[in-house]
């Protein structure tokens, strides 16, 4: 089935850590790069970070860089984002994304297959 369904989010206290996860059937993911995005109420879609369908270089957005990590495991047919140090401002809606298959440069892919998105809340 062509989907992706991303799980992990919920209610997180400042300083905390979730672990997302993006899942698909067997192979949709494989060799595809994966992008991270979040959408906050009343701002645009952002992407935050991206793994590459062939070596698995990762990008990382400024405001999370050291803070999140994204690994891949394709014996899961699963993407993660390890998220630790929250903080308010990550709140949002984070969503999982597939690009074009053996693109290397995952920040400049284009994302055409979305998973419904998991809500992230940090507060106290």
């Known amino acids: 089935q062509l989907q992706l369904v991303e799980s992990g989010g919920g209610l997180v206290q400042p300083g905390g850590s979730l672990r997302l996860s993006c899942a698909g059937a067997v192979g949709i993911l494989d060799y595809y790069p994966i992008g991270w995005f979040r959408q906050a109420p009343g701002k645009e879609r952002e992407v935050i970070s991206c793994?590459?369908?062939?070596?698995?270089?990762?990008y990382y957005k400024d405001s999370v860089q050291g803070r999140f990590t994204i690994s891949r495991d394709m014996a899961k047919n699963t993407v993660y984002l390890q998220m630790s140090g929250l903080k308010p401002e990550d709140t949002a809606v984070y969503y999982c994304?597939?690009?074009?298959?053996?693109?290397?440069?995952?920040?400049?892919?284009?994302?055409?297959?979305w998973g419904q998105g998991t809500q992230v809340i940090v507060s106290s």
């Open positions: 793994i590459s369908g062939t070596d698995d270089s990762t």
């Open positions: 994304a597939r690009g074009r298959r053996w693109e290397r440069h995952c920040m400049s892919s284009l994302y055409d297959l």
